[in-house]
C-alpha cells in the first residue's frame, strides 16, 4: 500500500485471471465456437498483468491487448473505465464481457462504466447467454435480487458475469503453447493518444483519504460444554433475560 | 464544462429533441440547436446520438461551483411495487448526514405505481419525495432509470446521492457516476461528514481485511452505494410533515435498449429470507452432512428463525444460494444470530458481524468466530444443540 495516495502498489505482485474474469472469457470462447467471430482479451495494468491475458490466451482467446503504462496507475473504477474504453473504441465489437467485479476492489463498477462510455447498453450479472437466430440480439438470465430475469437486447451490448454463467475450462498444453504465437499488443499512453489528466490517479474522481484494519469486536461470554444440558440452559436463560427470546 | 455540437457530423435524425426533458433542444432546418440556458447537461442526448455530434465535456469543479451543490439525496429502490427495506435504511442514515450539513433530505422514487410509499418515506425522515411514476418505469431498466436520475440530479444539484448496493443499485448507480463523470464508492459500510463537509465513505476492500476511507473531492455530487443491512431503519415518526413532488421525466421506447422478458424468483417455499428474518440460525461446515440440517431447521422453526449457511455448505448445494450469509453472500443484521460449526473466517463475520447478538456454539475454542460472539460455547453441536432446542421448547411451552 502506498501511504501516501492510498493506492496499491502492484509492483511485483503476481497477477492473475480473476474467477469472474474467467467466466467472462470462457463465455466469449464459447459464444466464438458456437457462433464463430473472434475474441480480443483486454485489460489494463501493471506489466505482471500479461500472465492473465496468456492465460486468457491458453484457453482459447485469439489476440490480447495489454493497456500499461506508469500514467495508468492509480485509476480508480471511472479511470479504469475510461482508459478501456478509449481502446475499445477503436475497435469493431458485438459484445464486451467483463467479469461481475475484482476480487479486491470488488466494486462492480467498471462493467457499467465503460458500457456508457461506450454508447452501449449494459445487463449487469448474467448467468446465461444465448443470441437471437438471426445473431442480432442477446437473451440472458440476469441475476436479480429475488432470482433471475430474463432480459434482451440489441447488438452490441455489454455484460458482466456471474457465479452459475459456465464453468471456465483449465487451459492445455497445446493451448499454452500456442498462446506464446497469438498477437499480443502493448498499448502506452502515447498510443492511447489521451490527455495523461484524465487517466490515472490524476484523473480519478474518488481519492482514498486513509486505510485501517477493520475494528476487532471482542467476545463476551465464552463457557465449555462439559454438560451440554447445564450449558443449554444457561444460553437459554441468558437469551431470555436479552429479550431475544 | 459545456456542451459541443457539431453540426456538420449531426445526420438531423431528430432522436435528441425527443430525448430532452428540458426543452433545450428544437430542430433548426435540417438539424437541430441548442439552448445553453435550458440545458442542464444531463447527458441524454449525447447517449441517443448515434453519430456522436454531441459532446459534453465534464471537468473538475471549484470550490465555488461546489458550494452550489446542497443536499442529501436517497434513490429509494422499489421491487415490483414494493419498497426495499435498504430504502428506509438510506433514508434513516441520510437524515443524519443532512441534518450535520444542515441541509434538506430528498428521497427519490421511481417507479409505477408507487406513490403510495412517499408518506412511508416522510415518515422515516426525508423532507421532500421526489416521486417519477410512469408505465416505463414498471421494470427497472439501466437506460429508463439513469435517463430519469440524471435528468433530476443534474437540474437540481444535490451535494450527495446515496444507492442500496443491491443488484439494480450497483446496476444503475455506476452509469449515472460515468455519463455525469462522476466519483462512486462502492458499497459502504460507513458515512460521515467530516469538517470540510465532505462526504466520507468508509467500505471494505481486499475481503473485508483492510478498510478504506474514500472521498470525491472534484465532483459533484458525491455519490456511494450502500450496503443493505448495515444501517438500520429508524422509527418512523407519523408527525413529521414534508413535501411530495410529482416529476414527469419524458423516456421515449427507444431510449430503452434492453427489455425484461420475464422475471423469476427463486425463493424456496416455506424458506424465510436471512436478509428479513429477526432471527438466523446458520450452518457452517461442522454441521458434517445435509442430513443433519434437520437440527437446526428444528431450532430455527421454534424461533421463527431463517435458515442460514456459511459458503461452503451453500457451494456443497445443501442450502440455495439466497441463504448465503457473508461477503459474497447476503449481509444480514438480525437481532439473533446463532451460529452452528462456523469457523467465523473475515468473508464470514463480513456479511454478519452488525448483528445484535450473536450466539456460537463450535468445538475449537480457538474459532475466529467467539471473538465477536455475546454467547459462545465451545462444544459439539451434536450434543449441545438437542440440548437446546429441548430447553427453548421447555421456555415457550411454559409461556
Ligand atoms: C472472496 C471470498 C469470498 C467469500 N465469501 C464468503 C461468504 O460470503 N460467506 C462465507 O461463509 N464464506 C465466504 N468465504 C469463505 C471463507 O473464507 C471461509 O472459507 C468459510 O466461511 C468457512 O466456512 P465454515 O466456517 O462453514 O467452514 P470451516 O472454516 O471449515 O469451519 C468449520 C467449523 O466447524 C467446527 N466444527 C466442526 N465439527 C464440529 C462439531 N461437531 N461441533 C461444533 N463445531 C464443529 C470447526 O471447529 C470449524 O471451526 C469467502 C472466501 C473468499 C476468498
Same mark, same amino acid.
Given at each position: 500500500?502506498?501511504?501516501?495516495?492510498?493506492?496499491?502498489?502492484?509492483?511485483?505482485?503476481?497477477?492473475?485471471?480473476?474467477?469472474? @474474469?474467467?467466466?467472462?472469457?470462457?463465455? /466469449?470462447?464459447?459464444?466464438?465456437?458456437?457462433?464463430?467471430?473472434?475474441?480480443?482479451?483486454?485489460?489494463?495494468? !501493471?506489466?505482471?498483468?500479461?500472465?492473465?491475458?496468456?492465460?486468457?490466451? /491458453?484457453?482459447?482467446?485469439?489476440?490480447?491487448?495489454?493497456?500499461?503504462? +506508469?500514467?495508468?496507475?492509480?485509476?480508480?473504477?471511472?479511470?479504469?473505465?475510461?482508459?478501456?474504453?478509449?481502446?475499445?473504441?477503436?475497435?469493431?465489437?458485438?459484445?464486451?464481457?467483463?467479469?461481475?467485479?475484482?476480487? @479486491?476492489? @470488488?466494486?462492480?463498477?467498471?462493467? !457499467?462504466?465503460?458500457?456508457?462510455?461506450?454508447?452501449?447498453?449494459?445487463?449487469?450479472?448474467?448467468?446465461?447467454?444465448?443470441?437471437?437466430?438471426?445473431? $442480432?440480439?442477446?437473451?440472458?438470465?440476469?441475476?436479480?435480487?429475488?432470482?433471475?430475469?430474463?432480459? +434482451?437486447? $440489441?447488438?452490441?451490448?455489454?455484460?458482466?458475469?456471474?457465479?452459475?454463467?459456465?464453468?471456465? +475450462?483449465?487451459?492445455?498444453?497445446?493451448?499454452?503453447?500456442? /498462446?506464446?504465437?497469438? !498477437?499480443?499488443?502493448?498499448?502506452?499512453?502515447?498510443?492511447?493518444?489521451?490527455?495523461?489528466?484524465?487517466?490515472?490517479?490524476?484523473?480519478? !474522481?474518488?481519492?482514498? +483519504?486513509?486505510?485501517?484494519?477493520?475494528?476487532?469486536?471482542?467476545?463476551?461470554?465464552?463457557?465449555?460444554?462439559?454438560?451440554?444440558?447445564? /450449558?443449554?440452559?444457561?444460553?437459554?436463560?441468558?437469551?431470555?433475560?436479552?429479550?431475544?427470546? | 464544462?459545456?456542451?459541443?455540437?457539431?453540426?456538420?457530423?449531426?445526420?438531423?435524425?431528430?432522436?435528441?429533441?425527443?430525448?430532452?426533458?428540458? &426543452?433545450? *433542444?428544437?430542430?433548426?432546418?435540417?438539424?437541430?440547436?441548442?439552448?445553453?440556458?435550458?440545458?442542464?447537461?444531463?447527458?441524454?442526448?449525447?447517449?441517443?446520438?448515434?453519430?456522436?455530434?454531441?459532446?459534453?465535456?465534464?471537468?473538475?469543479?471549484?470550490?465555488?461551483?461546489?458550494?452550489?451543490?446542497?443536499?442529501?439525496?436517497?434513490?429509494?429502490?422499489?421491487?415490483?411495487?414494493?419498497?426495499?427495506? %435498504?430504502?428506509?435504511?438510506?433514508?434513516?442514515?441520510?437524515?443524519?448526514?443532512?441534518?450535520?450539513?444542515?441541509?434538506?433530505?430528498?428521497?427519490?422514487? *421511481?417507479?409505477?405505481?408507487?406513490?403510495?410509499?412517499?408518506?412511508?418515506?416522510?415518515?422515516?425522515?426525508? &423532507?421532500?419525495?421526489?416521486?417519477?411514476?410512469?408505465? *416505463?418505469?414498471?421494470?427497472?431498466?439501466?437506460?429508463?432509470?439513469?435517463?430519469?436520475?440524471?435528468?433530476?440530479?443534474?437540474?437540481?444539484?444535490?451535494?450527495?446521492?446515496?444507492?442500496?448496493?443491491?443488484?439494480?443499485?450497483?446496476?444503475?448507480?455506476?452509469?449515472?457516476?460515468?455519463?455525469?463523470?462522476?466519483?462512486?464508492?462502492?458499497?459502504?459500510?460507513?458515512?460521515? *461528514?467530516?469538517?470540510?463537509?465532505?462526504?466520507?465513505?468508509?467500505?471494505?476492500?481486499?475481503?473485508?481485511?483492510?478498510?478504506?476511507?474514500?472521498?470525491?473531492?472534484?465532483?459533484?455530487?458525491?455519490?456511494?452505494?450502500?450496503?443493505?443491512?448495515?444501517?438500520?431503519?429508524?422509527?418512523?415518526?407519523?408527525?413529521?410533515?414534508?413535501?411530495?413532488?410529482?416529476?414527469?421525466?419524458?423516456?421515449?421506447?427507444?431510449?430503452?435498449?434492453?427489455?425484461?422478458?420475464?422475471?423469476?424468483?427463486?425463493?424456496?417455499?416455506?424458506?424465510?429470507?436471512?436478509?428479513?428474518? &429477526?432471527?438466523?440460525?446458520?450452518?457452517?461446515?461442522?454441521?458434517? &452432512?445435509?442430513?443433519?440440517?434437520?437440527?437446526?431447521?428444528?431450532?430455527?422453526?421454534?424461533?421463527?428463525?431463517?435458515?442460514?449457511?456459511?459458503?461452503?455448505?451453500?457451494?456443497?448445494?445443501?442450502?440455495?444460494?439466497?441463504?448465503?450469509?457473508?461477503?459474497?453472500?447476503?449481509?444480514?443484521?438480525?437481532?439473533?444470530?446463532?451460529?452452528?460449526?462456523?469457523?467465523?473466517?473475515?468473508?464470514?463475520?463480513?456479511?454478519?458481524?452488525?448483528?445484535?447478538?450473536?450466539?456460537?456454539?463450535?468445538?475449537?475454542?480457538?474459532?475466529?468466530?467467539?471473538?465477536?460472539?455475546?454467547?459462545?460455547? %465451545?462444544?459439539?453441536?451434536?450434543?449441545?444443540?438437542?440440548?437446546?432446542?429441548?430447553? %427453548?421448547?421447555?421456555?415457550?411451552?411454559?409461556?
Amino acid at each position: 500500500m502506498n501511504e501516501e495516495t492510498g493506492t496499491l502498489i502492484r509492483d511485483g505482485v503476481p497477477s492473475i485471471l480473476n474467477p469472474f @474474469d474467467e467466466l467472462a472469457v470462457e463465455a /466469449a470462447i464459447q459464444l466464438k465456437e458456437k457462433h464463430g467471430g473472434e475474441v480480443t482479451i483486454v485489460t489494463m495494468g !501493471p506489466p505482471q498483468a500479461k500472465d492473465a491475458l496468456l492465460k486468457a490466451l /491458453a484457453m482459447g482467446g485469439d489476440k490480447a491487448v495489454h493497456l500499461t503504462d +506508469r500514467a495508468f496507475a492509480g485509476a480508480d473504477t471511472w479511470a479504469t473505465a475510461l482508459t478501456l474504453a478509449e481502446y475499445i473504441k477503436t475497435m469493431e465489437f458485438d459484445l464486451v464481457i467483463c467479469g461481475k467485479q475484482a476480487i @479486491d476492489g @470488488d466494486t462492480a463498477q467498471v462493467g !457499467p462504466e465503460l458500457a456508457e462510455l461506450l454508447s452501449v447498453p449494459q445487463i449487469c450479472y448474467v448467468r446465461k447467454i444465448d443470441i437471437s437466430e438471426d445473431g $442480432k440480439q442477446v437473451i440472458t438470465h440476469r441475476e436479480t435480487d429475488e432470482g433471475y430475469e430474463v432480459v +434482451r437486447a $440489441k447488438l452490441p451490448v455489454l455484460l458482466t458475469a456471474t457465479k452459475g454463467l459456465n464453468e471456465p +475450462r483449465l487451459p492445455n498444453i497445446m493451448g499454452i503453447m500456442k /498462446a506464446k504465437q497469438k !498477437p499480443f499488443e502493448e498499448v502506452n499512453i502515447e498510443k492511447l493518444g489521451t490527455d495523461p489528466d484524465r487517466l490515472g490517479l490524476k484523473g480519478s !474522481p474518488t481519492q482514498v +483519504r486513509k486505510v485501517f484494519p477493520p475494528e476487532k469486536k471482542k467476545g463476551g461470554i465464552k463457557i465449555d460444554a462439559e454438560n451440554p444440558a447445564a /450449558a443449554a440452559k444457561q444460553l437459554v436463560e441468558f437469551l431470555t433475560k436479552k429479550g431475544a427470546i | 464544462m459545456g456542451l459541443l455540437y457539431d453540426r456538420d457530423t449531426c445526420t438531423g435524425c431528430m432522436l435528441c429533441p425527443k430525448a430532452c426533458n428540458f &426543452d433545450a *433542444i428544437e430542430k433548426d432546418g435540417d438539424k437541430v440547436k441548442f439552448d445553453l440556458d435550458k440545458c442542464v447537461l444531463c447527458g441524454s442526448c449525447e447517449e441517443v446520438c448515434p453519430v456522436d455530434a454531441i459532446k459534453i465535456e465534464r471537468k473538475k469543479i471549484d470550490s465555488a461551483e461546489i458550494a452550489k451543490y446542497k443536499d442529501v439525496w436517497t434513490f429509494c429502490e422499489t421491487s415490483d411495487g414494493r419498497l426495499r427495506s %435498504v430504502a428506509l435504511e438510506l433514508v434513516t442514515k441520510g437524515r443524519e448526514l443532512a441534518d450535520t450539513l444542515g441541509e434538506k433530505l430528498t428521497a427519490v422514487l *421511481i417507479g409505477n405505481n408507487i406513490e403510495n410509499h412517499a408518506q412511508t418515506l416522510i415518515h422515516h425522515g426525508a &423532507d421532500r419525495v421526489l416521486v417519477v411514476d410512469a408505465k *416505463i418505469f414498471a421494470d427497472y431498466t439501466t437506460d429508463a432509470y439513469t435517463i430519469a436520475m440524471t435528468s433530476l440530479i443534474a437540474s437540481r444539484k444535490p451535494s450527495v446521492v446515496l444507492y442500496g448496493a443491491t443488484n439494480n443499485g450497483r446496476d444503475l448507480a455506476p452509469r449515472i457516476a460515468a455519463r455525469l463523470g462522476l466519483g462512486l464508492t462502492a458499497d459502504c459500510t460507513g458515512l460521515e *461528514i467530516d469538517e470540510a463537509r465532505q462526504l466520507i465513505q468508509t467500505r471494505p476492500a481486499f475481503g473485508g481485511n483492510i478498510m478504506a476511507e474514500i472521498i470525491s473531492p472534484y465532483t459533484r455530487p458525491q455519490m456511494a452505494t450502500v450496503r443493505p443491512n448495515v444501517f438500520k431503519p429508524g422509527e418512523p415518526d407519523s408527525s413529521r410533515p414534508g413535501e411530495i413532488e410529482k416529476v414527469n421525466i419524458e423516456v421515449s421506447p427507444v431510449q430503452v435498449r434492453t427489455r425484461v422478458l420475464e422475471k423469476v424468483s427463486e425463493a424456496v417455499e416455506g424458506m424465510k429470507s436471512v436478509e428479513e428474518a &429477526d432471527v438466523i440460525v446458520c450452518s457452517g461446515r461442522g454441521i458434517k &452432512d445435509p442430513a443433519n440440517l434437520e437440527l437446526p431447521k428444528q431450532l430455527a422453526k421454534l424461533l421463527d428463525a431463517a435458515i442460514g449457511g456459511s459458503r461452503p455448505i451453500v457451494d456443497l448445494g445443501w442450502l440455495p444460494p439466497s441463504q448465503q450469509v457473508g461477503q459474497s453472500g447476503r449481509t444480514v443484521c438480525p437481532k439473533l444470530y446463532i451460529a452452528l460449526g462456523i469457523s467465523g473466517q473475515i468473508q464470514h463475520l463480513a456479511g454478519m458481524s452488525s448483528s445484535d447478538f450473536v450466539v456460537a456454539i463450535n468445538k475449537d475454542p480457538d474459532a475466529p468466530i467467539f471473538s465477536v460472539a455475546d454467547f459462545g460455547i %465451545v462444544g459439539d453441536i451434536f450434543t449441545v444443540l438437542p440440548e437446546v432446542i429441548a430447553e %427453548v421448547k421447555r421456555v415457550l411451552d411454559s409461556r
